[in-house]
């Protein structure tokens, strides 16, 4: 795979610095039922990384003295990790909100019967990719048979409340771009999306759309194609200066499987890690003060601030 960081270290991005923490994220390990094409984190049935349970106490350890209002579990397939039940419990006692980033197929897996009903008990927020809703783009883009098992968890999760206006179960999906155009605008998308699904009897709650970065798999990918450049070139020629306010990474603190600290989900790709070149350990940083340090920026930063701007929650507009 190609390297995208040496291409975007020297950057004209503006600095910025953090505001109260309010999110973590944390990436519990990087094996995945799937293997999508422009997954950043490379995730897949082979890989062998997992967070350990030493790692996630430290974390609830971090949590009792932190300010964190949402803990956001992504992988891989966070469900994946043994230890994903002792997390989403522990820290909803806490009363913590706990968002799990669902591949939705992971749902239909034999072994994972009973994870929607988990999920729904301790009221988990689901934000679930489906990138598309017609069946050929989907496959396309995650693999043969995709779509077919994305649906069928999402009736499941239906079945449940999820995404129904009668309950307070959050149901959100998420789409993003398959090629190297910009999201269209969230709100319009959003309307499409729920006309098609409800035919199917689908509901959800919103729908965020997410700029694809040009890192790991999908920077890779441009670079063999010859397309990092002209793609670069968007995402700068895109920049609005009012987006810069809201980057996640303002707010947000990202964890890796081993329990080391990023600024974001993109920077821990590429190992740009918080207080770089630094390696600090979520252990280190127990009751720590988070406000006014600097974050660490480099040229994939343009994907946060193109448009209608980009997070793990959807367009900042
Ligand atoms: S489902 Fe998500 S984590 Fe798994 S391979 Fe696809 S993009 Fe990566
Ligand atoms: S890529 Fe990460 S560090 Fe850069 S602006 Fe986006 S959230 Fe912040």
Known sequence: MLDTLPLLKNTTFPSINRKKLELLQINLGYICNQQCLHCHVNAGPKRKEIMALETIKQILEFLKYSSIKTLDLTGGAPELNPHFEYIVTETRKMGIDVIDRCNLTILMEEDKQN??????????????????????????????????????????????????????????????????????????????????????????????????????????????????DNYMELLKNSYKHENLDQVMCRSLLSIDWQGFTYDCDFNQMLDLYFNHPTKTHIKDLIDENFENVPIEVAGHCYGCTAGQGSSCGGSLD
Request: proline fraction near 5%; charge should be positive; include cysteine.
């Open 115 to 228: 994870l929607a009903n988990f999920l729904a008990e301790n009221q988990v927020k689901i934000v679930a990719s489906l990138p598309c809703y017609i069946e050929d783009n989907v496959d396309k883009q995650r693999g043969k048979g995709v779509y077919n098992a994305s649906i069928q968890g999402l009736k499941k999760l239906n079945n449940l409340g999820y995404g129904m206006d009668s309950s307070n179960l959050e149901l959100n999906l998420v789409f993003n771009p398959q090629g190297t155009s910009l999201p269209p605008p969230q709100k319009e998308l959003e309307v499409d999306y729920k006309d098609k699904l409800s035919k199917l009897g689908i509901y959800f709650n919103q729908l965020f759309t997410i700029t694809n970065m040009p890192i790991k798999r999908f920077g890779s990918t441009l670079l063999s194609l010859g397309k990092f």
